[in-house]
């Protein structure tokens, strides 16, 4: 059984796309032990509580120093038994000590096909509004394993989208959403419960 760490901080349509394919059972063997947000606003924690999963807030406010916030979510991380953190929409850069103690068992989901529109900067709407300014034709979702680097990390899965005549950053964004990012974020999760993702000089192999 693979013990899932959801990290959020807002609306939480990655973490429901997560939470359906399990009880669709279309992601098997896999269970989310907490859904973590560094924002007691988000929604995604009422989703959450709406499926029966444990929901916690860690704000950063309430720490003395970054390191301490850290420390907390770290803390929390490890003691739920997490095996796979899946970082669902969550907006806070994830520090090297989780990093190196999670090496290749960290996911994100971003908004466009890396290596495009990602890097320092390039968040939520922010990378359709880049997109759009390009005028690029395609642009999708890549679900990448986090390293050091900002959007660095070995590629899992990409899917591409068509851009429209017309759109606007929300519309893409949420044409991305549906088209490409619910579908392989699972996906993804799936091939990693079933031992089928293996990190080989910076790059994954997928096994059948
Ligand atoms: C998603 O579009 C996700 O790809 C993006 O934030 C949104 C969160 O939506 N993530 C990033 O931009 C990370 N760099 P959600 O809370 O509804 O899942």
């Known amino acids: 059984m693979l013990n ?3 990290l959020v901080s ?3 349509t990655n973490l429901q796309a997560i939470i359906d394919a399990i009880s669709e059972g279309k992601i098997t ?3 989310i032990v907490q859904v973590i947000s560094n924002n007691p606003g988000a929604y995604a924690l009422e989703r959450a509580a709406k499926a029966g999963i444990k929901g916690i807030c860690i704000s950063p406010k309430r720490f003395e120093s970054r ?3 850290y420390d907390a979510l770290l803390k929390q991380i490890d003691d739920a038994g997490t095996d796979l953190i899946v970082l669902a929409g969550f ?4 520090p090297p000590s989780i990093i190196s103690k999670f090496r290749n068992r960290i996911i994100n989901i971003h908004p466009s096909l890396i290596p495009s529109f990602c890097g320092t900067g390039y968040y939520g709407l922010r990378v359709h509004e880049a997109a759009l300014a390009k005028g690029v034709k395609v642009s999708g979702a890549t679900c990448h394993f986090v390293d050091e680097g900002t959007d660095t990390g070995p590629i899992i899965l990409q899917k591409a989208v068509e851009v429209l005549p017309g759109d606007t950053p929300e519309i893409l964004q ?3 959403m549906e088209q490409a990012e619910w579908k392989i974020m699972p996906e993804a999760i799936q091939l990693i419960a079933h031992g089928r993702v ?8 997928i096994s059948e």
């Open 198 to 205: 293996k990190v080989e000089d910076g790059r994954t192999v």
């Open 67 to 69: 390191a301490d916030f």
């Open 174 to 176: 949420r044409r991305i």
């Open 4 to 6: 899932v760490t959801v």
């Open 29 to 31: 063997d896999t269970r």
């Open 91 to 94: 907006m806070v850069v994830v």
């Open 10 to 12: 807002g609306g939480g």
